[in-house]
């Protein structure tokens, strides 16, 4: 066990921030009572706003990044962990106030940790990460509010990105036509591999509309916000359901009550960064459930550590494909 280990280290000197792969004693690891040897981490959009200073994610500096991360427990006070457990963790304010997933090793509360899924490897965790699981409470939120394969076509924006590639896997292996919205045109194929029965310009849904557009869609898993949601809005079923979790598109939304109050239609907000535990172990259950594993690797770019910086701006150009896992350790 070293005394020093490498991480991803985000500074301020009261007038401008730095970024540099760094090597950092353990003694300055962050409160805690489970220490973990990170094997992956991930490089989600949270990440990459971090990284690059684009927004004010970063809550206190110096700050290590990386709101996921899969390993295992190397020392624990907590009666729920023991050394050897195989861990992960999504959210909880790592990676904004609390050292993140992006180093060799980790120090949090044992509460914000959940066991990994026996059928998962933990390089296959952070394929999925926050983005996947995300995903999964979307796609439990549809279902709790009644929508079925039988009610209806589904859209997914963003569908290219993180978490619309799980969120289109899912939905179609359970059995739902996924219309798959996405701004590059060349991801066609791959969207189609995912299970998207059609593919849709995201310019469709990029300008002003009317308040209400014609019934489409039964459901919706939407990344984007701003103009884009008010466009699914206006053009959903009667008592459709819209899972709202991302803003790549704006934090506005300028729609209308009449969707709401004429068609009866939920927008059911998702926040994985404090969901309940129980709730984030059910959709990784969902996710060891109903995600073909065979599909990781086709929507996972593999960076190394010390890449995480530059591959940071092409995430935020929308110019990354799926999602983006950073291996740390041999054992995956």
């Given at each position: 066990?070293g005394?020093?280990?490498?991480?991803?280290?985000?500074?301020?000197?009261?007038?401008r921030?730095?970024?540099?792969?760094?090597?950092?004693?353990?003694?300055?690891?962050?409160?805690?009572?489970?220490?973990?040897?990170?094997?992956?981490?991930?490089?989600?959009?949270?990440?990459?706003?971090?990284?690059?200073g684009?927004?004010?994610v970063?809550?206190?500096?110096?700050?290590?990044?990386?709101?996921?991360?899969?390993?295992?427990?190397?020392?624990?006070?907590?009666?729920?962990?023991?050394p050897g457990?195989?861990?992960?963790?999504n959210?909880?304010g790592?990676?904004?106030?609390?050292?993140?997933?992006?180093?060799?090793?980790?120090?949090v509360?044992?509460?914000w940790?959940i066991?990994?899924?026996?059928?998962?490897?933990?390089?296959?965790?952070?394929?999925?990460?926050?983005?996947?699981?995300?995903?999964?409470?979307?796609?439990?939120a549809?279902?709790?509010?009644?929508?079925?394969?039988?009610?209806?076509?589904?859209?997914?924006?963003g569908a290219?990105?993180g978490?619309?590639?799980?969120?289109?896997?899912?939905?179609?292996?359970?059995?739902?036509?996924?219309?798959?919205?996405?701004g590059?045109?060349?991801?066609?194929?791959?969207?189609?591999?995912?299970?998207a029965?059609?593919?849709?310009?995201?310019?469709q849904?990029g300008?002003?509309?009317?308040?209400?557009?014609?019934?489409e869609?039964?459901?919706?898993?939407?990344?984007?916000?701003?103009q884009?949601?008010?466009?699914v809005?206006?053009?959903?079923?009667?008592?459709?359901?819209?899972a709202?979790?991302?803003?790549?598109?704006?934090?506005?939304?300028?729609?209308?009550?009449?969707?709401f109050?004429l068609?009866?239609?939920t927008?059911?907000?998702?926040?994985?960064?404090?969901?309940?535990?129980?709730?984030?172990?059910?959709?990784?259950?969902r996710?060891?459930?109903?995600?073909?594993?065979s599909?990781?690797?086709?929507?996972?770019?593999?960076?190394?550590?010390?890449?995480?910086?530059?591959?940071?701006?092409?995430?935020?150009a929308?110019?990354?494909?799926?999602?983006?896992?950073?291996?740390?350790?041999n054992?995956?």
């Amino acid at each position: 066990m070293g005394t020093n280990f490498k991480a991803i280290l985000i500074e301020h000197d009261g007038t401008r921030q730095s970024v540099r792969l760094a090597e950092l004693p353990r003694d300055r690891l962050p409160e805690g009572d489970v220490t973990v040897r990170v094997a992956c981490s991930t490089l989600n959009y949270k990440d990459a706003l971090a990284i690059t200073g684009r927004s004010p994610v970063v809550r206190q500096f110096p700050m290590i990044p990386g709101i996921d991360f899969a390993g295992t427990v190397e020392e624990s006070s907590n009666a729920d962990f023991k050394p050897g457990d195989r861990v992960l963790l999504n959210g909880w304010g790592v990676g904004e106030r609390h050292w993140g997933g992006l180093a060799e090793i980790a120090r949090v509360k044992g509460d914000w940790l959940i066991p990994l899924e026996p059928i998962f490897s933990l390089a296959q965790a952070m394929s999925i990460g926050t983005a996947g699981y995300t995903a999964a409470l979307c796609v439990m939120a549809l279902e709790r509010h009644g929508i079925t394969p039988e009610s209806g076509e589904v859209l997914v924006t963003g569908a290219a990105g993180g978490v619309g590639s799980v969120a289109t896997a899912l939905l179609a292996k359970l059995g739902y036509d996924v219309a798959a919205v996405t701004g590059r045109p060349e991801e066609s194929d791959y969207l189609t591999k995912l299970g998207a029965k059609r593919i849709l310009p995201r310019s469709q849904f990029g300008e002003p509309g009317k308040p209400l557009a014609k019934e489409e869609w039964a459901g919706a898993v939407d990344v984007a916000g701003g103009q884009v949601l008010a466009n699914v809005c206006a053009s959903m079923k009667y008592r459709g359901v819209i899972a709202a979790c991302g803003l790549a598109a704006g934090m506005g939304l300028p729609v209308t009550v009449a969707p709401f109050i004429l068609r009866g239609v939920t927008l059911a907000g998702i926040d994985s960064v404090m969901c309940p535990r129980e709730e984030r172990r059910e959709a990784w259950r969902r996710l060891a459930r109903d995600l073909d594993p065979s599909l990781l690797d086709a929507m996972t770019e593999r960076v190394p550590l010390d890449a995480c910086v530059s591959v940071a701006d092409r995430l935020i150009a929308g110019a990354v494909r799926g999602r983006v896992s950073v291996p740390i350790s041999n054992e995956q």
